[in-house]
């Protein structure tokens, strides 16, 4: 079900791809052992998740609509409305061109300094990066979903709605190890911090009044694109 559910997402079917394209590249231009460079885009991708999260993702809300509305469809509607499968991912018109971008740049970069920079691009990139973040999509719909899980899918789970529930400043990691970053970079809940600290005033709507003209407007705008219902629209609303 779960499998389904993530490869009905056009982004999740695009990235699957880039991963097949890089292991081509990788197998036809480069070396047996430019694959050892797999963990560092694991690395890159890690805290590729954890800054866009952060930085980008949790940015003041826009006061024009239009940017708001960008911004709800990456990750504000997914706060406002954290049941909804079709905000559990990424949107391809922000997955794609981050990936682009990646890629292209880190190939430019290294053909200034090495003939092997598309394979290793398509490696850390392609291998490395995108199936990391894939990872990232599978851990992070599950954490949303109520299914059996194993420990690991748990432990996500655990701080992944800590950081929905409890005060959205915090645990901007999804990926299993991620906690490590927030860790570094003081983003983390302890489990004393936990106990005494009160639950963030409108914490579905990251600090937003849920009436604010701009949430309003993103609900109705975005009602049928992810199915929102007249119901829940009005809940979503009630101060």
Known sequence: MRLKLMFSHIAVQLMAAAIVIGAVIAFKTGPAWVWMLVPLGVMTQMLNEYSIHRY??????????????????????????????????????????????????????????????????AIVILIGGVGTFLFYEWFHMTAHMNVPKV??????????????????????????????IDRVMGTAINREALKQQQRMEFIRTMGLSPDDPRLV?????????????????????VV
């Open 151 to 180: 420990w690991v899918e748990r432990h996500v789970t655990t701080l992944h709605n800590q950081h929905h529930f409890r005060d959205f400043s915090k645990w901007f990691h999804v990926s299993p190890g991620g906690h490590v």
């Open 56 to 121: 980008l993702f949790h940015l003041k809300a826009p006061k024009k609509q239009w940017l708001f509305d960008l911004l709800y469809q990456v990750h504000y509607g997914h706060h406002d409305f954290p049941t909804n499968k079709g905000l559990f991912f990424v949107p391809v018109w922000f997955a794609l061109p981050m990936l682009c971008f990646n890629f292209t740049a880190l190939w430019f970069v290294l053909s200034f300094i090495t003939p092997l920079a598309l394979p290793i691009a």
């Open 217 to 237: 407007s993103a609900r109705l705008r975005f009602a049928d694109k992810y199915g929102f219902t007249e119901a829940e629209i009005e809940r979503a609303a």
